[in-house]
């Protein structure tokens, strides 16, 4: 059967270097990600997981994981790509970056025909960021990172995904910001990170710093329809003192790391909690690295 997929559209100007939205789930990434989308430029999928799972790209598991899920197949559906057109993709590509511009290319095209740069809101495809930065050399990559206690309080009410037990629930967070460490370490330039609770509270603010990270425009009037609101697990009851303080201990380093604590010393973290992006010297040679040669 010859499937009708208009593959053989133009790719996504690639002046623009995508960027994927990463970490550690419940942590106001989906939040940002619409922000995001009300900006013009700017065309961001439900999440895909390419890079979420550890088998080789084109290996019989691989394929069967990314066809069969039932998630990622709603998100297909909410994306305005049928079944067929993704299998069709799958069979004419030879990686999971070239799957991401096919995909990218026919949703652009279907929801967002003026948009000129796409990214990829998927928190657990942080275990493949170093993959996923190594085979697309251009990406850039944004954390936003929540106060650990919330996110464990979260998991534990489980209304998007229930972790029950303390150690599990803390290895999502700290897996997710242990990585992203190494990311930032191996590639400056193109790691930029903010925190939920800085966004919530001065969302335009945090919005534009974002945007100049990815050199994209910023408009006030673009945004006029965004409204963040803090929500708060610590008070939900789901957590006890014992809890509490095994959270606290389990994810210290990076507590003190993101300003959730003060360190041994009694000191401030750096910034007071602000996550400072400077990088000597990376702007311009993120800049120089994508220029084509």
């Given amino acids: 059967m010859t499937v009708d997929v208009p593959l053989d ?121 170093m993959l996923a930065a190594s085979s697309m050399p251009r990406a850039r990559f944004v954390h936003i990172v929540r106060e650990p206690i919330n996110v464990v309080a979260s998991l534990r009410i489980g209304r998007i995904v229930k972790v029950e037990g303390l150690a599990g629930a803390c290895n999502y967070w700290n897996e997710a910001v242990q990585i992203i460490a190494g990311l930032k370490r191996a590639y400056p330039a193109r790691v930029y990170e903010l925190r939920y609770e800085d966004f919530v509270d001065q969302p335009l603010k945090q919005l534009k710093m974002l945007l100049d990270f990815i050199d994209e425009p910023f408009d006030e009037k673009w945004f006029s329809g965004l409204v963040t609101r803090q929500v708060d697990h610590r008070d939900e009851g789901v957590l006890s003192e014992a809890d509490l303080a095994t959270v606290r201990q389990l994810c210290g380093p990076g507590r003190r790391r993101y300003g959730y604590e003060t360190m041994p010393s009694g000191d401030k973290a750096p910034g007071d909690g602000r996550i400072s992006n400077k990088v000597p010297g990376a702007r311009k040679a993120a800049r120089r690295a994508e220029t084509p040669r």
């Avoid at 999440?47 to 709603?74: D, I, S």
């Avoid at 305005?80 to 057109?85: D, L, S, V």
């Avoid at 511009?101 to 025909?113: C, S």
């Fill in 9 to 129: 559209l133009p790719l996504v100007p690639t002046q623009s270097a995508p960027f994927f939205m990463l970490g550690c789930v419940r942590s106001g990434t989906t939040m940002l990600r619409d922000a995001l989308r009300m900006h013009p430029n700017l065309a961001g999928p439900e999440e895909t997981h390419f890079y979420r799972w550890g088998e080789p790209f084109g290996t019989e598991a691989m394929t069967r994981t990314l066809t069969n899920n039932v998630v990622l197949k709603r998100h297909r559906e909410i994306d305005g790509i049928t079944e067929a057109e993704f299998a069709e993709m799958l069979k004419q590509s030879t990686s999971r970056a070239e799957l991401y511009w096919k995909y990218m290319t026919l949703y652009i095209h279907r929801k967002k025909p003026g948009a000129t740069r796409w990214f990829d809101k998927t928190p657990q495809n942080v275990y493949g960021a």
